[in-house]
């Protein structure tokens, strides 16, 4: 079974900083299996970023994702007070269970 | 557009059994398209259920409930479903019905609060 590790469990920086998520895989997972959500207090989660690298359409490029086998990152530049959520990696595809990391925590001050 | 309408909440008690709907309007029932479930418990973070391939009706579950779930789904009304059984106060959480098209999962339901109360 897959174990994704999220850190940090929060980060609280400024708008206008840049935010570096890490997702941390318990063994290699293809680039292809891993997503990046949004989630906000009472919505469902959005799919940010698939195949660890790709925007999903519509979202505003100060999103990226990058990383292989066990490192997955997410970066968010130019912080905007919306930006504020919990924010999930997701591995898909590689071998089930399909887990999710346990979140971080984005605040923006 | 691909959307997903969810069933309405639901208050059981424990040891009873809910049934949630997501209705799929958009989108066919292909090999490519899945159906995750997932859920959001109070002050926890998101849990991955289980998937359903609604074109033949194959299913992995997670191994937590894999006892208690089952998914199906009905091809002439496009819809699927997510049955939990014996149900605890530990299941009350918001569920989520995902569709993805391949590995992108870009079109979600809009969640079913299910609350486990006596």
């Known amino acids: 079974e897959i174990v994704l590790t999220q850190s940090p469990g929060t980060l609280s920086l400024s708008p206008g900083e840049r935010a570096t998520l890490s997702c941390r895989a318990s063994q290699s997972i293809g680039s292809t299996y891993l997503a990046w959500y949004q989630q906000k207090p009472g919505q469902a989660p959005r799919l940010l970023v698939y195949g660890a690298s790709r925007r999903a359409p519509g979202i505003p490029d100060r999103f990226s994702g990058s990383g292989s086998r066990t490192d997955f990152t997410l970066t968010i530049s130019r912080l905007e007070p919306e930006d504020s959520a919990v924010y999930y990696c997701h591995q898909y595809g590689s071998s089930p269970p399909y887990a999710f990391g346990q979140g971080t925590k984005l605040e923006i001050k | 557009q691909v959307q997903l309408v969810q069933s309405g909440a639901e208050m059981k008690k424990p040891g009873a059994s809910v049934k949630v709907s997501c209705n799929v309007s958009g989108r066919t029932f292909t090999s490519n398209f899945y159906v995750h479930w997932v859920r959001k418990a109070p002050g926890q973070g998101l849990e991955w259920m289980g998937i359903?391939?609604?074109?033949?009706?194959?299913?992995t579950y997670a191994p937590r409930v894999r006892v208690r779930i089952t998914m199906t789904r009905d091809t002439s009304t496009n819809a699927v479903y997510m049955e939990l059984s014996s149900l605890r106060s530990d299941d009350t959480a918001v569920y989520y019905c995902?569709?993805?098209?391949?590995?992108?999962?870009?079109?979600w339901g809009q969640g079913t609060l299910v609350t486990v109360s006596s």
């Open positions: 995902a569709g993805c098209d391949g590995y992108i999962c870009s079109d």
């Open positions: 359903i391939n609604p074109a033949d009706g194959s299913t």
